[in-house]
Each structure stands twice: as C-alpha cells, then as structure tokens.
C-alpha cells in the first residue's frame, strides 16, 4: 500500500507540475500578446485573414480563391479530426492491455495498480475528444464562411466583411485549439513511462511553443508600415515629377 501511495503520489506531482507549466506558458503569451498585439503568429494571422474576407468581398471575382483556400482548411481540419477518432480507437484498445478487461471493469475491481493505469489513460482519451470537437467545429464555422463569403455584398445580405471575418477567425481559433490538444498529448503519452518523463516533455513542449508561437520577427505596426512606406513613396512621387519634366522638356 505504501508504494501505491508513493506511485500516486510523485504522479499527482508530475501532473500538477506539467500543468502549472504548459498554464504558466499560455498566461506569459497573453502578458506578451497585451504589450505587442502581433507577438504571436496567431495574431498574425487573425489579421491577415480578416484582410483575406474583406478583399475576397470587395474584389467580386476572386470566388473561386475563397473556395480553393477554405476547401484546404476544411480538408486539413477534416484529416485532423478523423486521425483524432484513431488515437481514441488506440487509447481505448490501450486501456485493455493491462488484462483488466476494460475501463469499467478497473472501476468494478478497485485494483489499484489498474486504477493508475486509468488515471494516466482517462488524461489523453479526454483530450483527444477535445481535439476531435475542436477540429470538427473549426470544419462547421469554415462551412459557414463558404456561403457568407460569396453572399456579401448582395441587396439584402446579412453578411458583412467584419462578420464573416469574425467566423473565420473563430474557425482559426478552434484549429489553433484542436493543435494544443495534440500537443498536450505528448506528455500524457509520455506519463505512461514515467512520471520523470511526463515533467521532461511538458518542458520540451513549452520550448517547442515558444519557438513556434512567436512571429518570424515582429512584424510592424501600422504606423510604423507607413513610415517605412514614405521614403519609397517620396522616391516615386520625385522619380514621376523628373519624368514629366523630361516630357515637356522635349515637347
């Protein structure tokens, strides 16, 4: 009994470290996200889609770039999803290998080396439903963008570039969502081994995020991208004025 109670206890340890780790990470980029909006690849890429929806409505010809661009989205949150369903199928046929029979038989029998194996089991099965819900929302808003993005515009329509950029977005967030579930699996994979390795992986997937998570380089603010533009600008606007000075010249 008193093994168990060691076991139980320096996992109880490594899952509550791993946690305050991965949540520690997340709280330092919303600190971040609140000094400098485009510190993180995700804010990025809000605005570049919010951008995308108001050109694609704009334009009225570019119908066939949303279709393609949202049936690649669709197509990767589908492939996503349904690998997710697998990794359920697996974790499931996982947890009777320990020849216990079975979840519900382990809660039956109380017996305790089993019950430990189903406290490390129940962690990643609940995740990967969470990826598989997350993934499957995501493909539902991405529908839905595919109707409004090709009605804006029209007499009568409800959907607006803000609108639609806003469904797409949240389509983005639930993808960005489905992935951290992937990711937080890697430890709970790992806690299988050993609670020794779950702490090491939570720590090698913070550094993996931190590298993945940050913009290439920080991308500029608007004002700044106007200031860059103006010695460009000005260079043009000179370049034009000494070109119309040579024409009359030789009119």
Known sequence: MTDIAQMLNSNLFALSGSLALLVGYHLYLQMQLRRNPRYTIQAINNAARSTWVENIMASGSKDILAVQT???STMAAT????TAILLIIGVLNLSQSDGSGGILNTVDTHDSAAMLHLMK???LLLDMFAAFFCFSFAIRMYNHVGYLINSGGHP?????????A??????GWYYSLGMRSYYLSVPFVFWLLG???MLAASLL?????YHVDRSPEEAPTDEEAVAASMPRRALEAGMSGKLSFLRRRMA
Do not use: K, Q
């Open 156 to 164: 009568g329509s409800p959907a607006s570039p803000a609108y639609v």
């Open 205 to 209: 997937i913070v550094v993996v995020l």
């Open 79 to 82: 492939f996503l999803a349904s």
């Open 121 to 123: 089991l129940s962690p």
């Open 166 to 171: 806003r469904l797409l977005n949240r389509g």
């Open 70 to 72: 949202l049936r690649n």
């Open 195 to 197: 609670a020794v390795y």
